[in-house]
């Protein structure tokens, strides 16, 4: 009986071993790294930050967080297993090393946003273009005509002048989902919001709007922030952040540019240039 349950002890080993090599290079796509630490983050501070934490390593003396393989920080002892990383590292990859463990975990914070192109056929709601942008859950974003709809529960912002029937180039604004257009009613209930984007790479947590700039309009070579607030219930780890980033309006309605969406729910940072 000893004998079979240290085989199966043994066979387990194996197992657990084999089990932690998958999961490092199937997850190194998408930038994040589980290794002997078990990096792990979460967001904090409404979006602002991004608390990681750590299993503590008996063998360590103590910890070095780098950036960009520059160390910035250490911690005291290896009791200490927890560093926040600020937006000024936004973008970066982070790495925690084990000092005299021989050992180190990373996670490329980079990584986190996907970014896509409108496209050559995304404009206003009333051009011949399609209007509406949906953000899959793998934070890819798909361009869907209004004419349909059956795609009305995916929007998560459409494009319109407020007039039905014509284009004013001048006049386009980003228009959240529960928005009604052309006396039609709403595409879905999501009450979405955005202002324009500011400067850096951290969203701004003030002044959204559900249709804006509402006088005026969007703009070639300006970004926007979208706060996608499925709830309608405030900032929270549900809701998600966009930078809407215009290259081109045209005369015919049609607008150029691309999205990045943070897939990490509640973080601010679209550390995308
Ligand atoms: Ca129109
Ligand atoms: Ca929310």
């Known amino acids: 009986m000893k004998k079979l349950l240290a085989i199966g002890s043994v066979v387990a080993t194996v197992i657990a071993f084999t089990a932690t ?10 930038g994040y790294q589980t290794g002997p630490l078990n990096l792990q983050y979460e967001v904090v501070n409404n979006g602002l930050d991004v608390k990681l934490t750590w299993d ?26 927890e560093y926040t ?16 463990a021989d050992t180190s975990d990373q996670i490329d914070l980079g990584a986190l946003v996907v970014t896509t192109s409108l496209g ?3 404009g206003e709601a009333s051009s011949p273009y399609k209007s509406a942008v949906g953000f899959n859950s793998d934070g890819s ?5 209004l004419t349909d709809s059956s795609n009305y529960p995916y929007f998560d912002f459409w494009i319109s002048d407020n007039t039905a029937g014509t284009v004013d180039p001048n006049e386009i604004d980003i228009c959240s989902p529960n928005v009604s257009h052309g006396g039609t009613g709403n595409f879905n209930s999501e009450d979405n919001w955005s202002r324009e984007w500011g400067t850096g790479y951290v969203a701004p947590t003030t002044d959204y709007q559900n249709i804006y700039p509402g006088s005026g309009g969007i703009m070639g070579g300006k970004s926007y922030a979208l706060w996608i607030d499925p709830s309608g219930n405030g900032w929270d780890l549900n809701d998600h952040f ?18 990045n969406y943070q897939t990490v729910g509640g973080l601010l940072w679209i550390p995308v240039d």
Not at 141 to 145: E, H, L, Q, T
């Open 120 to 122: 050559s056929d995304f």
């Open 21 to 30: 090599t998958i999961s490092v290079i199937l997850t190194s796509c998408d």
């Open 56 to 81: 503590q390593i008996e063998s360590a003396s103590y910890y070095t967080i780098a950036v960009d393989g520059e160390v910035i920080d250490s911690t005291a002892d290896n009791t200490v297993t």
């Open 85 to 100: 990383v600020t937006a000024d590292h936004a973008g970066k990859v982070i790495t925690v090393t084990a000092v005299d």
């Open 141 to 145: 974003a798909v361009i869907y005509s």
């Open 242 to 259: 966009v930078r809407i980033d215009i290259s081109s309006v045209a005369s015919d309605g049609q607008v150029q540019g691309k999205v």
